[in-house]
């Protein structure tokens, strides 16, 4: 079946813009989450889903960023007044969530790379 | 200190030799995941463990929850296992994955 997918794949941005990612997870799976992937940061957990609600949201960086979850399904990440720091590649990934998450494989979307000049 | 530490940051193997991937974390765990990245590629997940060892193909993933501390090998290395290897853990009460730095792996021919 398919796999996560994302959208759009590469973004490019003024600085002070608003910008929406969109994350597709795999059908079926109640668990989402969103990652980031800085240059010289590595990957750093935002938000996570389960259904529509999101029990955790510690890693959203600034009250800029908000995330939202529809009908279980597709996700949008918002980030208000995007600043070059913001440049990261966003990543989403899903699971299946049956159990509570801890010990489920997380699949991975292909990320979308977002470039804030 | 980072919750997960990995090493060597960078690896480089000749084909055909044997790899280990070190990693160590510092909290309560309920999983550890090993992860690959190849280069402006998706992330893949290879293992997820909580106990024991695990294999798949050429690839073998080992924890020690008393230690903790999980190792990545891979047998008779090919270019191919050219990629980042990131080991990330979830913790006893959450569902996040914590992530290590990774490991650059190059296999030359």
């Known amino acids: 079946g398919a796999g996560v997918s994302q959208s759009p794949s590469n973004k490019v941005t003024e600085k002070g813009k608003d910008v929406e990612l969109r994350c597709d997870p795999i059908s079926g799976h109640t668990a989402l989450y969103w990652y980031r992937q800085s240059l010289g940061q590595g990957l750093e957990f935002l938000i996570y889903f389960q259904g529509n609600s999101a029990p955790d949201k510690s890693g959203l960086p600034s009250d800029r960023f908000s995330a939202e979850r529809t009908g279980g399904s597709v996700s949008t990440l918002t980030i208000q007044r995007t600043q070059q720091e913001d440049s990261a590649v966003y990543l989403c990934?899903?699971?299946?969530?049956?159990?509570?998450?801890?010990?489920?494989?997380?699949?991975f979307g292909p990320g979308t790379r977002l470039l804030v000049l | 200190k980072n919750e997960v530490e990995q090493s060597p940051q960078n690896l480089t193997a000749q084909e055909g030799e044997f790899i280990t991937i070190n990693c160590s974390y510092s909290v309560g765990i309920s999983a550890l995941h090993w992860l690959q990245q190849h280069p402006g590629g998706g992330i893949v997940s290879l293992f997820m463990?909580?106990?024991g060892k695990k294999k798949h193909g050429r690839l073998i993933a080992t924890i020690n929850i008393q230690e903790k501390h999980s190792s990545l090998h891979i047998t008779a290395s090919h270019p191919r296992d050219s990629a980042v290897y990131i080991c990330?853990?979830?913790?006893?009460?959450?569902?996040?994955?914590?992530f290590g730095a990774g490991t650059i792996l190059r296999v030359k021919s």
């Open positions: 990934a899903s699971s299946l969530g049956s159990r509570g998450g801890p010990q489920e494989t997380q699949y």
């Open positions: 990330a853990v979830t913790g006893e009460y959450g569902n996040k994955l914590v």
């Open positions: 463990l909580s106990s």
